[in-house]
């Protein structure tokens, strides 16, 4: 089946989310119509005045922080109008979406005129966060109702995978599934199929696991700082806690849901839970709503944060609550393991950590077909809309099933009857199986069923005894994954570059070189493709003198990273996340490049004190210079020293094409879960075409007056205090790797002959003392030191 050919979409109302489903549609390629109401009194005919409205939601979107736009550019896409004037062009679009206020009243007359303008199989969407479809379209025609459906998207709409839809019982039959393909391949989007429920799914899950948390703070007497340590990393949760997240959000957005959720639910065995409680509804009255009002559960004032308590009900300085089984917790890597063992702690923090995880664990069990089709929904919308690690009946596996049951029911939980179906079924858990070959229970058939994912999801092996393992050591496997295409797999911590993953980098490219046809480059970790090279490493040989052993590390790199360009296979490099330092250089040596949308590219060793070592100052001028052939070389020289001087990193695949690190004929994968077999299909398609091994590449160069006029400006910089002495002389350094060297302007310099200009300058870097401190408080405190 073929996805929905969706090129134009109007999107109705320019709120935070309207403008934000705008901006994100343009981003990925869709003319949009933006409208909003005209404003109320203006009697105008000028379109200036009477779009003001949605011209301003569209300057808020081009001008958010985090960045809407995958490229500033695409805001070009969005076409701004309004309600009044503009309705007619709406029969010239394939999708709308409706995002205006939450009240069925205005949303219903809002679509009785869309009914009588829009053109014939037209499709129509609320963005409703509750409202039942139901009552959305009553009274609209049948042509109306059979392509209404509602896409509930979550903010930032962007940066938040989930997508809930529901469908109604006069939807087409076939739009929900061609939609689903659409909003995967082309949004990026992880789609969860949700009842006509109240909040959905994510909502309704993930703000009674909240409220529930809150309560019971309060009732022990605990403080919002403590309620955060333990509902964090140590039990897979958002590292922002809970009232941080809630502070971000808006408490006023908390509690629309929450209140709703309670007035909406009267035969809630719990609905209790959701009320607002006292301290809560006391900020909301002070308008005290967190990070837009720059007051909420948390305030900061100059550095220093403070906490709004809930017993005095007044700010106070901010305190850092101790316990042990969060300590303990937070040493363990594994979510699984990690959350079994926080609920078996015996201090407070572990006893709450229990209490509100088997409640909302039991809650998810007990109201699952009320709000989902299947538990496979509810874990991907936990996951992907309120960023936990694992869903909550994958979390129900790790602590294990059965005893955890037995826990519930002598502590007075109500545990669903299927749930014990299941277990005298023999099925000891609900999901069986490797990621992408998984099965779950589906307590509707009584029996276990495929888990149901995109047919372009790859998902490599998790233990070395798969039968497609080819090679692995310490730090990087290599895999078989059919086709004749070999993919290399990190598994250092960040994916930092080491001497194993350098190691199996000429691996693959022998192996490949013999006996397949391509390799990719790639990996699942949840945010790192490769965070840079392991710089503890380097410090320590640093502190101890080794500067031979240092110098064979970069020499080894180097190799590595110029012998995938120079390989008589394709090599296709599949970046997601944090791809920084080493790990672009990775991806610069690679043929190509299939990179995901959300892609933070950047060349960040003047960050520790160091320059690139793996080869990143040539690649990165030699695609600034492919790219602009006729430019002057001191014009690349300048890009390519503010790029890598001032450590900038792509905020986006996009603009990371724009800084140099992606050339022209890279792609772009919308959809993480495709992003390896897309890689996949683009080696393979090199391999079959056109692919040729590149040796022997050159650059021209700025050369010494090229070196002396980036010199000047960083000595006016030193003397005016902008950088200080040491910033001075790597970017010096810098300067004269990026310039060729000793040589005259438009002097062509061999790749080789940059790597051994890298070496000097890394090695000499090295053996500085404020380098060293640089590393080491970078590995400390996660932060750069300027000194």
């Known amino acids: 089946m073929k996805g929905l050919d969706i090129r134009r979409a109007a999107v109705l109302g320019a709120g935070v989310m309207g403008r934000g489903i705008a901006a994100h549609l343009a981003g990925c390629g869709i003319d949009v119509l933006l ?47 309004n309600l009044e004037d503009d309705l007619d062009a709406l029969a010239g679009v394939d999708w709308v979406v409706e995002a205006v206020v939450e009240r069925l009243d205005i949303k219903r007359a809002l679509f009785e005129r869309l009914d009588a303008v829009l053109k014939p199989g037209t499709v129509i969407s609320s963005n409703t966060s509750g409202l039942p479809l139901a009552d959305l379209v009553e009274g609209r025609s049948d042509a109306f109702r059979s392509h209404f459906i509602i ?15 529901v469908q109604g019982p006069d939807t087409e039959p076939t739009l929900l599934p061609r939609f689903e393909i659409f909003a995967r391949q082309t949004l990026g989007k992880g789609i969860v199929h949700a009842k006509d429920s109240p909040a959905f799914v994510a909502n309704r899950i993930g703000t009674f696991s909240m409220m529930y948390s809150v309560h019971r703070m309060v009732e022990l007497g605990m403080s919002p700082e403590a309620l955060d340590a333990i509902f964090s990393q140590p039990m897979g949760r958002a590292k922002s806690g809970i009232f941080r997240t809630a502070d971000v959000v808006g408490l006023d957005t908390l509690a629309f849901v929450s209140t709703h959720l309670y007035e909406d639910l009267p035969g809630d065995a719990l609905r209790d839970y959701f009320k607002i409680p006292d301290f809560l509804q006391d900020l909301l009255n002070k308008g005290f709503l967190g990070s837009k009002s720059k007051k909420g559960v948390y305030q900061k004032v100059g550095k220093d944060f403070f906490t709004f308590d809930p017993y005095t009900r007044d700010y106070r300085a901010q305190d ?20 079994k063992a926080m609920i078996s702690g015996d201090d407070e923090a572990a006893k709450l950590a229990w209490e509100c995880l088997a409640q909302t664990l039991a809650y998810a069990a007990r109201h699952i077909n009320d709000i989902a089709t299947d538990l496979v929904q509810i874990d991907n919308g936990m996951k992907w809309g309120f960023a936990q690690e694992m869903g909550p009946f994958e979390t129900w596996d790790a602590i294990g099933v ?114 397949f046809d391509a390799v990719i480059l790639g990996n699942h970790a949840p945010a790192a493709f490769s965070a840079g090279a392991n710089i503890m490493l380097i410090a320590m040989g640093a502190q101890q003198k080794q500067w031979d052993g240092i110098r064979s590390q970069i020499q080894g790199f180097q190799q590595a990273c110029a012998g995938l360009r120079a390989a008589r296979v394709p090599v296709v490099a599949a970046p997601f996340g944090l791809t920084l330092g080493g790990g672009a250089e990775m991806c610069l040596g690679a043929s190509a490049i299939q990179a995901h949308a959300e892609l933070y590219m950047g060349l960040v060793e003047v960050g520790v004190g160091l320059i690139p070592g793996g080869g990143g100052t040539f690649a990165l001028l030699h695609n600034l210079q492919a790219g602009s052939p006729d430019a002057d070389p001191l014009s690349h020289l300048r890009a390519a020293f503010l790029a890598i001087g001032m450590a900038k990193v792509g905020t986006s695949a996009e603009e990371s094409r724009k800084i140099g690190f992606l050339r022209a004929n890279d792609r772009v994968t919308m959809d993480r879960d495709e992003l390896l077999e897309a890689a996949k299909w683009r080696a393979l398609g090199m391999a079959r075409s056109d692919h040729k091994a590149v040796t022997g590449r050159r650059v021209k160069v700025a050369g010494r007056s090229g070196y002396g006029t980036i010199y000047a400006n960083l000595w006016d910089m030193a003397q005016t205090g902008q950088i200080s002495e040491h910033d001075q002389k790597i970017g010096a350094k810098l300067a004269y790797v990026l310039s ?29 003392e404020k380098t060293l401190a640089r590393i080491q408080y970078m590995l400390m405190n996660n932060k750069p030191l300027r000194n």
């Open 35 to 81: 409208l909003d109401i005209v404003p109320p009194g203006e009697q105008s005919s000028d379109p200036a005045k009477r779009n003001a409205f949605a011209a301003g939601g569209l300057d808020k979107a081009i001008k958010n922080k985090p960045a809407l736009f995958y490229d500033a550019a695409d805001a070009r896409r969005v076409t701004v109008g």
């Open 151 to 165: 896409t509930h998207f979550f903010n930032p709409v962007r940066y938040m995978k989930l997508l809930e839809v």
């Open 320 to 339: 850092k609550p101790r316990f042990a089984s969060v300590g303990a917790a937070r040493k363990i890597e594994d979510t699984g393991r990690r959350i």
């Open 402 to 515: 059965a005893e955890s049951v037995a826990r519930m029911k002598a502590d007075g939980i109500d545990v669903p009857g299927w749930v014990d179906d299941m277990l005298a079924a023999g099925r000891t858990s609900f999901y069986e199986g490797l990621p992408g070959e998984r099965t779950y229970w589906d307590d509707a058939s009584k029996a276990a069923a495929p888990e149901v994912i995109s047919p372009r999801f790859r998902r490599l092996p998790e233990t070395t005894d798969h039968p497609s393992l080819v090679s692995k050591n310490r730090g990087a496997r290599l895999w078989d994954i059919g086709d004749g295409v070999l993919c290399v797999e990190f598994r250092t911590k960040m994916n930092a570059v080491d001497a194993d993953i350098t190691a199996m980098l000429g691996e693959a490219v022998e192996r490949a070189e013999a006996d």
């Open 740 to 768: 060729g060297g000793d040589v005259a302007a438009d002097t062509w310099v061999s790749e080789e002959r940059f790597h051994e200009l890298e070496q000097e300058a890394f090695l000499s870097l090295c053996g500085e």
